[in-house]
């Protein structure tokens, strides 16, 4: 066997056919990573695929719906309805957004602390993210947290932990409606029992999947044994192989999660500890969405509709729930459709129904959409240009 004299490994002979062993090792590790990341691209183009239909097909059959009922006869009750009421629900969802983005100003240290003027367009960018992504609201927290550190200072997870905290009071009051109007819908509104299991059955799923959450983070945090199982398990996955990309061995890869996740948790767990501080969030909370309920209600009196307030906290509460849940970017499509058969469950009449569904959500789109995308459009522009000319 023979040994070139200037091959050496941390003062380790290397033997040339070892060179060539290891060589045929890593190529073999090659193939393999590229072979796992083509299976991962193509399900991904499958995920992706399912997720574009869905999100095609709810706007058609919205627009159906709509139909059925009428366009004529929408337009004639969207007309019933005064300038004063529509003027009232426009500020009421704009005190919403307000009062969101005090909450998470009023989170952030006192030294990384900024104005109500800079915070504001950055809560709006983040809605913008939450209703172009998927599902519950999610998307927009990261980019909040990536302007709060360019605009505040900071580390991004840090800020992304503070959003995060102010947005579970918001999730648990929520929740606490949701549970409240599941718990009427099955008694009281008429609808078939296999709709009232299905609803019963995907609050319950997404409760468990949250405690689920929160269990596991803080096992991690604690270091515990089975934590360390489940991030081995994670690491070495076979359908994750671009950790292992990243982080060459398990060590990086358990000491980062470790600390992102120490990052997060700190403003939240600061938060929990302080009784001011969880009244106040709750307190945001529980206002932020009285004001939305109050918006949606004033809508249907303006209608002429006769119903009750907490009616209208069902409907709006399990029609927000059911978009949550959806593949559908922001919950469209679906949260309006629930919305119309929930109405009509309730003795709503259909136009004034889909009159009052339309308006409330293009105002909220109006916000979110226009509002935020503009304010998202203005941050990357004057931080882009800052980064440019640094």
């Not at 905290?165 to 918001?170: D, L, N, P």
């Not at 009509?344 to 339309?358: E, K, P």
């Amino acid at each position: 066997m023979r040994v070139r004299a200037d091959e050496w490994n941390h003062g380790v002979k290397v033997p040339e056919e070892g060179r060539k062993l290891a060589g045929g090792h890593s190529q073999g590790t090659g193939n393999t990573g590229r072979a796992e990341s083509i299976t991962m691209s193509k399900r991904t183009v499958v995920s992706s695929g399912l997720k574009a239909l869905a999100v095609l097909v709810v706007p058609v059959l919205l627009y159906f719906v709509l139909k059925s009922i009428g366009f004529r006869q929408i337009l004639q009750a969207m007309k019933q309805t005064g300038g004063a009421s529509i003027g009232a629900a426009f500020f009421l969802y704009l005190a919403v957004f307000v009062l969101c983005a005090f909450r998470c100003q009023w989170l952030m240290k006192c030294e990384e602390r900024g104005s109500m003027m800079a915070m504001f367009p950055i809560h709006m960018a983040g809605t913008f993210g939450n209703l172009m992504t998927p599902g519950a609201r999610v998307g927009g927290e990261p980019i909040r947290a990536y302007y709060m550190s360019r605009a505040f200072g900071g580390e991004k997870t840090a800020h992304l932990g503070t959003v995060l905290a102010g947005q579970f009071g918001s999730t648990f009051v929520f929740f606490i409606f949701l549970v409240l109007s599941a718990i009427f819908v099955v008694l009281f509104v008429p609808l078939a029992f296999p709709i009232k299991a299905l609803l019963a059955s995907a609050i319950i799923l997404v409760g468990a999947a949250v405690l689920s959450g929160l269990l596991l983070s803080r096992h991690i945090m604690d270091g515990s044994p089975l934590a360390s199982r489940l991030l081995r398990a994670l690491y070495e996955s076979h359908l994750l192989g671009l950790i292992r990309r990243r982080f060459h061995t398990y060590e990086l890869f358990e000491e980062y999660t470790i600390r992102k996740l120490a990052n997060v948790s700190g403003p939240v767990v600061k938060a929990a500890v302080s009784p001011k501080a969880v009244g106040t969030i709750f307190g945001i909370g529980f206002t932020s969405w009285m004001l939305r309920y109050l918006a949606y209600y004033i809508l249907f009196r303006g209608m002429g509709a006769n119903i009750g307030f907490h009616s209208v906290i069902v409907i709006v509460t399990v029609s927000i729930f059911l978009g949550d849940i959806s593949f559908s970017p922001g919950g469209a499509g679906f949260t309006e459709s629930a919305m119309i058969a929930l109405c009509a469950a309730f003795g709503i009449d259909y136009s004034a129904a889909a009159a009052v569904t339309l308006i409330s959500r293009g105002i909220f789109y109006l916000y979110g959409l226009g509002v935020g995308g503009l304010c998202l459009a203005g941050l990357a522009c004057i931080y882009g240009r800052r980064e440019r000319s640094a």
